[in-house]
């Protein structure tokens, strides 16, 4: 279903977000680092559909370098998971918006390598100003929310080191994983009305570390 980028897509996705329950708190999250990412919307380039921002990270971080990921990173001390995605935002794409663009946040995901990210909504109108820091991000795409609603977009296996689905995003003759993928994949099925969870979606191994 297309999605022209426009006042009527932002209030139907913010209404999709505020429909949606979270899960409670998970008692184990103290031990965890917290994190954020924001799954910004913007117009997708090519006609007027809306699209979400995906970066492919720089090839000389020291973690997870040269993978698919959405704009974000640890939470600072005393930073809230939105703010940490704004300033995330702000930091690798030059992209400066306010909480007044945030339509609402899926459920924390726990991560092998011990993260507890919160996935931030936020409505990107000034998204065609993107400067990406090359310290952090190697480039930039719009993916259009057509893409992700596709039934073949996603697909899930198994690994013989869990008893989890793992679960993939195809993307350009390229797969991408948890965290990434869950994330994507909840807010699809955010989008279409589901209350549908990806705590237990399984990451592949070379991300556990």
Same mark, same amino acid.
């Given at each position: ?12 996705? %913010? ?16 031990? $965890?680092?917290?994190? %954020?990412? !924001? +799954?910004?919307?913007? %117009? ?6 809306? !699209?979400?921002? $995906? ?5 000389? $971080? ?24 704004? =300033?995330?935002?702000? @930091? ?7 909480? %007044?663009?945030? $339509?609402?946040?899926?459920?924390? &995901?726990?991560?092998?390598?011990? &993260?507890?990210?919160?996935?931030? +909504?936020?409505? /990107?109108?000034? !998204? ?5 820091? *090359?310290?952090?991000?190697?480039? +930039?795409? =719009? ?9 073949? /977009? ?5 690994? *013989? ?16 994983? /948890?965290?990434? !993928?869950?994330?994507? &994949?909840?807010?699809? @099925? ?20």
């Amino acid at each position: 279903m297309m999605r022209p980028f426009d006042d009527a897509t932002r209030r139907n996705i %913010a209404a999709a977000c505020a429909a949606f329950t979270r899960l409670p708190e998970d008692g184990a999250a103290p031990s $965890l680092k917290r994190a %954020a990412v !924001a +799954v910004a919307l913007t %117009a997708a380039g090519e006609g007027d559909d809306t !699209a979400f921002l $995906l970066t492919l990270r720089a090839s000389h $971080l020291r973690a997870h370098r040269g993978q698919w990921a959405l704009p974000g990173g640890r939470c600072d001390a005393g930073e809230t998971p939105v703010e940490a995605a704004l =300033r995330e935002l702000d @930091e690798e794409l030059g992209l400066r918006l306010t909480s %007044a663009e945030v $339509l609402g946040t899926l459920d924390d &995901y726990p991560t092998r390598s011990g &993260y507890l990210i919160t996935p931030v +909504v936020v409505w /990107a109108t000034a !998204a065609a100003a993107i400067r990406p820091n *090359p310290d952090e991000v190697a480039s +930039v795409h =719009r993916i259009a929310l057509t893409t992700i609603e596709r039934d073949d /977009a996603f697909d899930f296996t198994g690994i *013989p080191e869990s008893s989890r689905r793992v679960i993939r995003f195809h993307h350009q003759m390229s797969l991408i994983h /948890a965290p990434t !993928a869950a994330l994507i &994949y909840q807010f699809r @099925e955010v989008l279409a009305g589901r209350q549908t969870r990806v705590t237990e979606l399984e990451q592949p191994v070379f991300a556990w570390k």
